[in-house]
């Protein structure tokens, strides 16, 4: 995909591209889906979030070092396409746009769902549908005013997440609201030890867990329109890692030091729970505006994602040419107006199909996730191949202890998919998922995009003889 600028504008500025990747991971999985995992894997369910986040972050340093070193528009698809093979640029675009889609029709049935708590006279469709029209009209304006929502939108799931944590130590170290008695961390071995369900649900709970993290590569999607990428895409990423430790580990670890683990759940969101515990009386409606936050900025950020995907694929000719088109203010507004229109379609239809069908396209994009986070680690492995001696010492962002750090996170994201096919709920993603793709690439050739594929590949041997005569050859 094209290296050189592309008309985007490098409006976001560092601490908007920080809190957009917590944004993107930080989300109602988080708020309400987090109760499942624990009721599989118990209090070990923190070693599953400290490994599935390491894995997170070797995957954001193999994009950033591909990102620093070329900002463009299309992040991981274009460096796909340059450095693979344009397949597998088009596969890898197209694959993750769908995986954005779903997850935003799934966040905006979230707000339906939570607005009516509070106006149960309001039908649920017509907030969903209200919430994707308001978040693309931010998305049409400017990405410097898609960049401010984002940032306030996932600053209030952080401050909920700070005072959580913080009343929490103060409740097992010190006693707070509970007579001044230390609650300590006995909670934690007590019930059936820190693998209550044995080895087996631990592992079965890693496929749940990687996939809260998936969303945080978007921030390669920030490269092209970011204001000098060189320092702001490092300093996000490197950042990224501790606040994860501090997030997910440390809002998971109050909770089970405070309630036994069997217990967690049982009564709703823990969150809400926790909140109760600390005296605070309104803390349903507190989590309430907390996740229609959190869905909204899961929602803001996928059309964000989405549009710059397909403004990118247009670009290089695997999408109509018409969403290539920018605004004055530099915004890919066709391919924003589209990805916002698919969305609202799927509110429609998610209203009259059948709850199943809607946990098949969940499936699906589970999947896919974890396929695109392979592609990038394969990647980057061609990219890295493609330099010389002098242009790989010269790397102003490196991935640490690559190749080991690659392999490790190769395997443990292959496991997780070998997992999933031993567990009854998650082994309809490895039926729908492949579906889904091999959709896509049936388009592919349908579209005579293969025909640009196979004269992409002589233009290659052309300018390369030495490498085609050695293909020959072999």
Known sequence: M???????????????????????????????????????????????????????????????????????????????????????????????????????????????????????????????????????????????????????????????????????????????????????????????????????????????????????????????????????????????????????????????????????????????????????REAAGIINFVVITAALSSCNAGIFSGGRLLYGLAVNGYAPRKFAKLSNHGVPYRAVLFTVLVPVIGVIVNYFVPEKAFHYMMAAVTFIGLMVWLAILYTQNKFRQSLNKDELSQLAYRCPWWPYSTWFAYGFIVLVIGLMAWHDEARIALMVGPMVLFIYLAMFFLMGLHRKYRHTQVNKKAANPVEMNQAEMN
Not at 46 to 75: K, W
Not at 253 to 267: K, M, T
């Open 2 to 280: 094209q290296t050189q600028e592309t008309g985007l504008k490098r409006h976001l500025k560092v601490r908007h591209i920080r809190l957009m990747a917590l944004g993107s991971t930080i989300g109602v999985g988080l708020f309400l889906g987090s109760a499942s995992a624990i009721q599989i894997a118990g209090p070990s369910i923190l070693l599953a979030y400290l490994l599935a986040g390491i894995v997170a972050f070797i995957v954001l340093r193999a994009l950033g070092e591909m990102a620093v070193h070329e900002p463009v528009a299309g992040s991981f698809a274009a460096y796909a396409n340059s450095y693979v093979s344009p397949l597998a640029g088009y596969m890898v675009g197209w694959g993750y746009w769908s995986y954005w889609i779903v997850v935003g029709i799934a966040e905006v049935t979230a707000v339906g769902i939570y607005m009516g708590i509070w106006f149960p006279e309001t039908p649920q469709w017509l907030w969903a549908l209200s919430s994707v029209i308001a978040m693309g009209l931010i998305n049409l304006i400017a990405v410097k005013v898609f960049g401010e929502f984002e940032f306030w939108f996932a600053l209030i799931k952080v401050i909920a997440i700070i005072v959580m944590i913080a009343m929490g130590v103060a409740v097992i170290f010190f006693g707070f609201t509970n007579a001044w008695q230390p609650i300590g961390l006995s909670h934690l071995w007590q019930h059936g030890g820190f693998f209550p369900n044995g080895i087996t649900g631990f592992l079965f709970s890693l496929h749940m867990v990687l996939f809260a993290y998936v969303g945080i590569e978007m921030i390669g999607l920030s490269a092209g329109e970011a204001e000098n990428p060189k320092k702001t895409i490092p300093m996000a990423i490197d950042s990224l890692a501790w606040r994860i430790l501090i997030f997910y580990l440390g809002a998971l670890f109050v909770i089970l030091a405070i309630f036994p683990w069997n217990e967690v759940g049982q009564e709703g969101s823990p969150f809400v729970v926790m909140f109760e515990r600390l005296g605070l």
